[in-house]
């Protein structure tokens, strides 16, 4: 199970910076114009084809309802966006923003403590002897080859028999559970965290909870920042568990709250699903690239989906 | 340094949301003495009603939820009741009553209603009591008629159609005037509407017979109208199309289909989707066969009592009031509200039901509906399997559209699955031939 | 799937005398960060799987028209095997099962080639490029599909309007075409995660080794392939494992496509069929069983998957 995920952390870090110098710097040896020219224009056409449906996104928010299906998709008509952001975050009583709030909250809330959990295990794993740690170790990683979705039927009837389903706890306790956590929590400790440190810290009359709080999560605060945005990210795009979880629509997150609206049927709302989608995005995209170096450092060490 | 800051502010960032997720959990308390009840539903403007009645009664306090309409509530709603948290009346079309009280999902409340039965329309009543047992109070009827454009009528040179041979004529006059437009269409996302085509030919797909239920999806009632809509699709008169889908709104603005065969209450849906359109609109009786003048209906809800309500009685107090009083319908009937057509009798001769309508040309919808309602053949049931019939309806329609399969052979296959699905669950049944 | 039993057993059984003969040192410490993740994940984990299976083993029985209080009743395998002789079971796992031997290598493959293409010498801007890539991860699956889902509707596709003007029918719903639709938009968002993670780990081969192999007059290709490739594998079993599991959970984008297209029934991938037997028809029995099935599946695909990318390391 371990082999499957590159070993070698620590060094990935070391090896992106010497890397990144070389991005700015001119290439070690001359390139064909021939080739130069057709790997931009490859890079160039793959740029396309991840940005198309976002430009579309953008033009379309930007568009009523009446021009969406009169006008070039791809380019501007009249100008709406006002109104349908107006009409977003009015419409039910604003429950839009509460759905942001929401998403906030569950991503928040549910990153924090699965970063701390997942991480103290990892630590624990990485640096203390006892028996069976292999196995424990085994067994979370097998919790990652697992279909996450499977268990949620099952969880809601588990949930539902001791009150849970239709709570906030619904959608934040499966959501503390994140082997990958773990995973990268072992590997950082094995890696940033001296043992000489820990000892050191011992001969001073420092107990284990604080050692681990003062000098582990100090050591491993870059550990702690990956895998909480990347908690963060799978909880906020997460659909199938609050779908199943959540009736009360003020609890639902904001990808449940526009397939809700998606999913309305009794007016054409495309505008509103269309804007209130961009606005969706615009968090996760803000975040994901004013923190680069975080998440990039993440990856490197084989971070997983979802 | 930066490192620490970043973590810093999200321990803030977390201390603020774990402080806003207490104030939320907090909330929903009500004053002691009081009755609570949570009511789910998809009625545009019920949340309107529903504080009308609160400020009268402050001592049954109503918590109305919307859901999503029509299948994507149902999960939800089943959800809620088997977590025990779904307060204590959904609105369920009658075709699912009576799979949620095979599922164990709803509450007799016989002796509650005892006394509002006669409020409303016979055959309804007897939809919300299978069995012979109430669980629900109905809302409205879906009785169906012809919607049309008036303007796109006379351009093509087509007269109101008054039977289905008249209608299949018209079809193929449109069709070959211009193949882009067709008079009406299949719509593959509805199967209340295939339903009521077999329904207003005498079919019967379900009936009691003893202990057991016989079960009818083929007969030959059911066939001969799978058949006709067969050949239309076959000659391409008829497109198939997807009415759920708000894409289906800008085809019928854009004057793609003529006409629209549908319940009552496609005249709010109308309304405020194809604003364009205003004042060329009109609505005729459904086509017959000819020999008689029976209608059917599609769709139409009732308001069920949930398994687990502790306050029947009230639960069905302000049930009725909802679905009866001119108060309440004055809202969920007005075309901007929802546009119900009541399931209440005297409702049918309120102002807000009864009165010329300018987006239908000044018409008066309720001449018509109300005939329509009062030739709706009023013996059809739903089974206790249906919602899984239901679903393989949807589905084999989609099948329908796309080739894989025909009307007729789609009625075959329902009639054996929902055979099957009454037998795995141990419930009796045989085939009605 | 088939290690958390093994846990409970060992637990029980084997390591508890065994510790109480070789005390651990720190052992309260050890408890104190272990059991708060492994409780919640025997809880989240371990307890459903447990409970799917005992559910998988029960079914809902009434009598007579159906009306009284139903019960539950044990049926032994009798979901299981009617899993295995349902013909939608089949047609939804033999859908994903396609879906992932189609999708999966093209997404791979592609991030493989854009990430090479990114390690190569002749690129530029690359920092710009990889953000760029990245940006549909920032989606979330669900916002994707309904975003595709317009760009794929007839009355609302700028692509379908476009084809019109050109002459040209394009239907993105069809029967036979829907699918691949849908792997379009599978293959969108995580394409460029993909690509990311495979990069770091080209990125962190030593540069010397290509400068001895263009020295031999290897082509920038043959370096491609001969010492760039062989050293990512860890990377590329890593990112197809992650895909395989994600397909065979694949729910949003048929669950968005079902609402506007024909082809997408209800029961169109065995997450829909489960989750339709479930909260549609009220069978959780069978709802189970094709979980159960399911999970069965997954692990077993995942274990030749990896063996066989391991094997041909050697």
């Known amino acids: 199970m371990t082999a499957t995920l590159p070993p070698k952390a620590a060094v990935d870090e070391g090896a992106r910076r010497q890397r990144r110098r070389r991005d700015d710097a001119e290439p070690e040896l001359t390139v064909s114009r021939g080739a130069a020219i057709a790997t931009l224009g490859a890079l160039t056409l793959a740029a396309v084809y991840f940005l198309i449906p976002i430009w579309w996104l953008i033009v379309s928010s930007t568009k009523s309802n009446t021009a969406l299906f009169n006008s070039n998709g791809f380019w501007f008509s009249d100008l709406s966006l006002i109104d349908n952001v107006v009409d977003v975050f009015t419409r039910q009583n604003g429950l839009f923003s509460r759905w942001l709030l929401n998403s906030v909250l569950y991503a928040g809330v549910g990153g924090i403590l699965a970063t701390l959990l997942g991480v103290a295990c990892g630590y624990a794993i990485a640096k203390y002897e006892f028996r069976g740690r292999g196995l424990l170790f085994g067994t979370i990683l097998g919790g990652l080859l697992l279909p996450a979705a499977l268990l949620t039927v099952p969880l809601y009837l588990m949930f539902s028999q001791i009150g849970l389903v239709n709570s906030v706890w619904a959608v934040i306790i499966p959501a503390l559970v994140n082997p990958f956590a773990v995973y990268l929590g072992r590997v950082y400790a094995a890696a940033s965290v001296p043992d000489e440190l820990i000892e050191a810290a011992r001969l001073d009359g420092a107990g284990e909870l604080r050692i681990f709080f003062t000098i582990g999560l100090r050591l491993m605060s870059p550990a702690l920042v990956t895998v909480f945005l990347f908690t963060f990210v799978s909880i906020w795009n997460n659909f199938f568990l609050p779908l199943i979880m959540l009736t009360d629509q003020s609890l639902y997150p904001v990808t449940l709250g526009l397939y809700n609206w998606y999913t309305a049927t009794r007016e054409a709302n495309y505008n509103v699903v269309i804007t209130g989608s961009l606005i969706s995005v615009i968090p996760l995209v803000v975040a994901f690239l004013s923190l680069q170096r975080f998440w990039r450092a993440g990856l490197s060490a084989g971070s997983v989906k979802s | 340094m930066k490192q620490r800051k970043i973590l810093a502010g999200i321990v803030a960032a977390g201390a603020v949301v774990t402080m806003l997720a207490g104030c939320s959990s907090a909330s929903g308390g009500s004053d002691s003495g009081s009755v609570t009840l949570g009511y789910m539903g998809w009625v545009p403007k019920a949340d309107e009603a529903v504080a009308i009645w609160n400020e009268a009664h402050p001592d049954i306090q109503v918590e109305y939820s919307p859901v999503a309409n029509g299948q994507e509530a149902y999960p939800k709603i089943r959800s809620s009741v088997q977590a025990g948290n779904a307060g204590c009346l959904a609105q369920l079309t009658y075709d699912q009553v009576p799979s949620f009280v095979a599922d164990g999902m709803l509450l007799d409340v016989t002796d509650e209603t005892a006394d509002v039965a006669d409020t409303f329309l016979d055959w309804t009543w007897s939809q919300v009591s299978p069995g012979g047992k109430t669980y629900a109070i109905p809302q409205d009827t879906g009785p169906v008629a012809l919607y049309y454009r008036a303007d796109l009528f006379e351009q093509y040179g087509i007269d109101v159609p008054a039977t289905w041979d008249d209608f299949a004529a018209a079809a193929e006059q449109v069709h070959a005037a211009d193949p882009e437009v067709t008079l009406s269409y299949l719509a593959t996302d509805d199967s209340s509407t295939v339903a009521a085509y077999a329904w207003q030919r005498g079919a019967s797909w379900f009936s009691i017979d003893g202990d057991s239920w016989k079960v009818g999806i083929d007969d030959a009632a059911s066939l001969e109208s799978a058949e006709y809509w067969q050949g239309l699709l076959d000659s391409g008169a008829i497109a198939t199309t997807k009415r759920w889908d708000p894409g289906f709104y800008s085809e019928l603005a854009s004057g793609k289909y003529l006409s629209m065969i549908g319940a009552a209450w496609n005249t709010a849906l109308i309304t405020a989707n194809v604003g364009d359109t205003a004042g060329a609109w009109r609505v005729a009786p459904m086509p017959t066969d000819g020999d008689s003048t029976d209608t059917a209906n599609s769709g139409g809800s009732a308001v069920a009592v949930l398994k687990g309500c502790e306050h029947p009685e009230q639960a069905v107090e302000f049930a009725t009031w909802l679905n009866s009083s001119e108060e309440s319908l004055d809202i969920l009937a007005a075309s901007d509200g929802g546009g119900l057509y009541p399931a209440a009798t ?28 009062q030739n709706v053949n009023t013996s059809w049931a739903w089974g206790p399997t249906y919602s899984s019939t239901d679903t393989a309806l949807t589905d084999g329609l989609s099948k329908v559209a796309t080739g894989s399969s025909t009307l007729p052979d789609l009625m075959g296959s329902l009639q054996d699955s929902t055979l099957s699905d009454m037998e795995d669950r141990g419930i009796s049944a045989i085939p009605a031939d | 799937m088939t290690a958390a039993p093994l846990i409970d057993r060992r637990a029980g059984s084997e390591l508890r005398p065994a510790l109480r003969r070789r005390p651990t040192r720190f ?3 050890i408890l104190m960060f272990t059991v708060p993740f492994m409780a919640l994940f025997v809880f989240v984990y371990v307890a459903p799987i447990i409970y799917s299976v005992v559910q998988s083993l029960f079914a809902t029985q009434s009598s007579g028209l159906g009306f009284g209080e139903p019960e539950q009743v044990f049926v032994g395998a009798a979901n299981y095997a009617k899993a295995l002789g349902d013909t939608e079971f089949w ?16 997404m791979l493959g592609g991030a493989l080639l854009l990430a090479l293409l990114l390690d190569s010498a002749a690129a530029r801007w690359v920092s710009v490029y990889r953000v760029l890539y990245f940006l549909p991860y920032a989606v979330p699956g669900v916002i994707a599909a309904v975003l595709w889902a317009y760009l794929y509707s007839p ?11 050109m002459g040209i029918d394009l239907d993105f719903l069809g029967p036979n075409v829907v699918l691949w639709s849908m792997a379009n938009i599978t293959t969108w968002v995580f394409m460029g995660y993909n690509l990311l993670i495979i990069l770091s780990s080209l990125q962190a081969i030593p540069r010397d080794q290509f400068e001895a192999a263009r020295l031999d007059g290897a082509s920038e290709w043959r370096i491609a392939w001969s010492i760039k490739v062989p050293q990512v594998r860890p990377a590329l079993v890593l990112t197809g494992v992650n895909s395989i599991i994600g397909t065979l959970q694949l729910f949003n984008e048929p669950q968005v496509m079902h609402v506007i297209a024909d082809a997408v029934s209800s029961s169109y991938v065995p997450t829909m069929l489960a989750m339709g037997a479930a ?13 159960v099935l399911l999970a069965i599946v997954a692990g077993l695909i995942s274990i030749v998957y990896y063996r066989i990318a391991m094997r041909s390391d050697a």
Do not use: M, T
Not at chain 3, 91 to 106: C, D, H, N, T, W
Not at chain 3, 155 to 165: C, E, I, K, T
């Open chain 2, 346 to 373: 005297e409702a049918l001769d309120y102002d807000v039901v009864n009165q010329a309508d300018d987006f239908f040309g000044g018409q008066n919808l309720n001449e018509v509906f109300k005939e329509s309602a």
């Open chain 3, 27 to 29: 052992r309260g410490a």
């Open chain 3, 91 to 106: 047609a939804a796992l033999g859908r994903i099962l396609l879906f992932g031997i189609v999708q999966v290598p093209v």
């Open chain 3, 155 to 165: 009355a609302l596709s700028p692509f379908v309007a476009w084809g019109d003007s």
């Open chain 3, 279 to 291: 909260f549609v028809k009220n069978d959780f029995g069978y709802a189970s069983a094709v979980s």
